[in-house]
């Protein structure tokens, strides 16, 4: 009885000298623990009467459970000092930017094809088109069979196409593949775009690369015009170069379009007065399209007489070029970490 008198006094002044939760956790198995006085107690009682046993294991009991309040309240207020600490000294800096900069360091940007690339996605998604993906590697059927390209078309030649010596397989020329892809995979209506790499084995210069970006569109239904795929090129331009721009369209000849034409967008680098990049005419053709082939529906699983629908492939690294006032294409994969800095926006 007197161990248990004192108990609660000596608890209360060694519980004051406490600060920090691990501490407070030694205290209570220190009072609690099996080896704790209280325990001690209660092994003393094995030999006790029925009275001491009754009057000394109640009073410990009270006492337990009052030390075990303490703890608890003890442990709560510690624990929400060390969540303030926490907070006050790990509070997010979002001048961090600014400070990165500051050290001369330099943030991470997004590459200038991807930010045009996302936001040419999100116009479309937009407008109820889905975004479709291709492998780069591809066959010769759906690289030119279906798309209606004979065997002695000129794109089939050697000089363009990067074969693999098997002579089945090829770098995709174009994204044009995806429309095989996206036709056999879903029925009309439909439209999707495809955005990607193409690959030509090509002499580069100031607006030729080997590896460029190509943004593929389709739209397939039951009266799909020629007013529809105009609408939607104008709709596309103005929200790109966020202005009106000025176009023309031609005739163009693409063995997977008929008619075909060629729409394109009065050069934005010289305004018109001819530089490398319009190759001196002062227009650059940026827009193919046309009304899809009645063989290239049928490739692709379609019945032409049913079903009609329009194409377009996109350039895009021309459209990044023109956007950002850029006269040469190959700095879009130069590497040079000066060039690809500047576009952080997206
Ligand atoms: N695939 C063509 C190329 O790479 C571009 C193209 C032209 C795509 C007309 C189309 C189209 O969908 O309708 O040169």
Known sequence: MQVLDQLLDQFNSELKDIHRVPDLLNLKSKYLGKQGPISEVMKGLKDATVEQKKEIGSKAN????????????????????????????????FSLTDSIRDLGLQAA??????????????????MGFEVLDGPHIEDEFHN???????DTHPARDMQDTFWFADKKHLLRTHTSTIQVRGMKERKPPFRFVGPGKVFRCERTDASHEMVFHQLEGMMVGENVSVGNLIYFMKTLLTEIFKKEVEVRLRPGFFPFVEPGFELDIKCLICGGKGCSVCKHVGWVELLPCGMVHPNVLKAGGIDPEKY???????????????RYGIDDIRHIHGADLRFNSQFKSF
């Open 62 to 93: 009270i006492l337990k459970n009052q030390i075990e309040t303490i703890l608890n309240t003890k442990m709560e207020e510690l624990e929400l000092k060390d969540i303030n600490e926490a907070l006050s000294k790990d509070k997010i800096d």
């Open 109 to 126: 940007g997004f590459h200038p094809v991807s930010i045009i690339q996302r936001e040419i996605e999100d116009i479309f998604v937009s």
């Open 144 to 150: 030119f069979e279906a798309l209606n390209i004979p």
């Open 308 to 322: 009609n629908g329009f194409a377009f492939g996109l350039g895009l690294d021309r459209l990044v070029m023109m």
